[in-house]
């Protein structure tokens, strides 16, 4: 009988979700830093016109803390929490959720296990409440698990097939094949099957706790409503994590692609190489960078060289990706297979105009106009606000960081540029390509 209170609920909180929108990126500066007594720390953004609110949240040691033999157990761990906790079995909290339209999820990569909150206001003390129970008293009762499980283990058998997450996982493998970083983030089908309810709650003992919690909040509460909020949900986790330290690492490059022949018609190719870490003074120099080689979509040189030029695949992209432990350029290309080699060569091409400084100060402008215009669109909701506030604390940005960032990449110089270029994207890269390409070697 609640399925249609579930339903009517799920719609209210749609709409709602879709009226935030309209307000809270004009305050997204206006960040309120909140401290509990605990040492519950959260960066918030009140935004009173809509009542809903939206909360997302990063525990710090994902998947590269999976011990050996466990790959995919953070990633496990985030299907279940949701599944069952305290006083509720599976369909209960579930129940719980859907009757008061609370959105509740929870996600893992390599470097976290993070989740999102969002509630209407009139239901945010039950929210908070159902979030802590999931943190702190998760059950991992038999069916769920079972049922999670099986749908891991028949998510990885179709990805097999998926050359995209073939040709990704081959590049992570081939990058750090001494390292945690090399395991694949939703594990393996031996070691998924192999997961019992014991390791789960080892992880969420060891790993769920305070000094490794990141909050970001943003809607309609204020920081005197929020913090014994905080507390109550947050204070009683344990007060430190375990086994939470992934060594530093720099990603293996090879000279010549790396091949798994899979019989489709079109290959996929990966491409990467080291990046520069979040917190180095040439970080904002290097998004700029990046954004020019592909990063740029329609504008950007590789497209440009790839496809509008050349019409060998429909997209090619590149992009800094933020590992905590080893900060990384990847990217990558979707081609026919009698196109692989020559649109391999073409990305190296063009990496390696950029690391010869063949870069100016149009292409720095129209890179600064469109990543400073485009910034406000990605707070657009207190969804966003609230995932970005978390960013900025996991990076060390600071609470002004939102009204500085604009700053940042004005200040970058056409001489900023061809220097940072040259650090990025000099040398070797590491190349994989799954498909059946012609003339291409593994």
Same mark, same amino acid.
Not at 265 to 278: D, L, T
């Given at each position: ?190 070691? /998924? ?8 709650? $080892?992880? @969420?003992? +060891? *790993? #769920?706790?305070?000094?490794?919690? &990141? %909050? ?29 330290? /992934? ?8 000279? $010549?692609? @790396?091949? +798994? *022949? #899979?019989?489709?018609?079109?290959? &996929? %190719? ?39 030029? $050349? ?132």
């Amino acid at each position: 009988m609640h399925r249609l209170p579930a339903l009517l609920g799920g719609a209210v909180l749609m709409v709602i979700a879709q009226q935030a929108l309209v307000a809270p990126a004009q305050a997204a500066a206006e960040v309120q830093e909140v401290v509990t007594e605990s040492g519950i720390r959260a960066y918030l953004v009140p935004e009173p016109s809509i009542p809903f609110l939206s909360l997302s949240l990063e525990f710090r040691g994902g998947s590269a803390t999976d011990p050996d033999g466990k790959a995919g157990l953070a990633y496990m761990v985030s299907g279940l929490l949701d599944e069952g906790a305290g006083p509720y079995d599976s369909q209960a909290y579930r129940a719980e959720l859907d009757d008061n339209a609370i959105s509740l999820s929870f996600d893992a990569d390599r470097d976290g296990l993070s989740g999102d909150l969002r509630t209407l206001t009139e239901t945010r003390d039950h929210a908070f409440d159902l979030l802590r129970l999931a943190l702190q008293e998760p059950r991992f009762d038999e069916e769920p698990v079972g049922r999670v499980r099986s749908q891991i283990l028949g998510d990885l058998a179709r990805r097999e097939s998926d050359p995209q997450y073939v040709a990704s996982r081959l590049w992570f493998e081939k990058a750090f094949p001494d390292h945690p970083y090399g395991r694949p983030t939703r594990g393996t089908k031996a070691s /998924v099957a192999g997961l019992t309810a014991v390791d789960l709650r $080892r992880f @969420v003992a +060891e *790993r #769920l706790a305070r000094d490794n919690l &990141v %909050v970001g909040v943003s809607g309609d509460i204020t920081a005197d409503e929020l913090k014994p909020l905080l507390e109550r949900t947050f204070g009683g986790l344990p007060a430190h994590a375990n086994g939470i330290d /992934v060594p530093k690492v720099a990603p293996e490059t090879a000279p $010549r692609p @790396v091949v +798994e *022949r #899979l019989d489709i018609p079109q290959s &996929v %190719v990966v491409f990467g190489k080291a990046g520069i870490p979040r917190d180095d003074p040439d970080y904002y120099a290097a998004y700029v960078a990046n954004y020019i080689l592909g990063g740029g979509g329609f504008s950007s040189r590789l497209l440009e060289e790839i496809r509008e030029k $050349r019409g060998l695949a429909y997209g090619a992209a590149s992009y800094l990706y933020d590992l905590d432990d080893s900060p990384l350029w990847l990217g990558g290309v979707a081609t026919r297979n009698d196109a692989v080699a020559q649109s391999v060569d073409l990305v190296r091409q063009e990496a390696r105009r950029m690391a010869a400084g063949e870069v100016d100060a149009t292409d720095l402008d129209n890179a600064k106009t469109y990543l400073t215009g485009s910034f406000p669109l990605r707070l657009t909701s207190n969804g966003q606000i609230a995932g970005m506030l978390v960013s900025v604390q996991l990076a060390h940005l600071g609470r002004d960081y939102l009204d500085r960032r604009n700053g940042l990449i004005e200040a970058v110089t056409l001489d900023d540029l061809k220097r940072v270029a040259k650090r990025l994207f000099s040398g070797d890269l590491l190349v994989t390509v799954v498909g059946q390409p012609q003339g291409v070697e593994g």
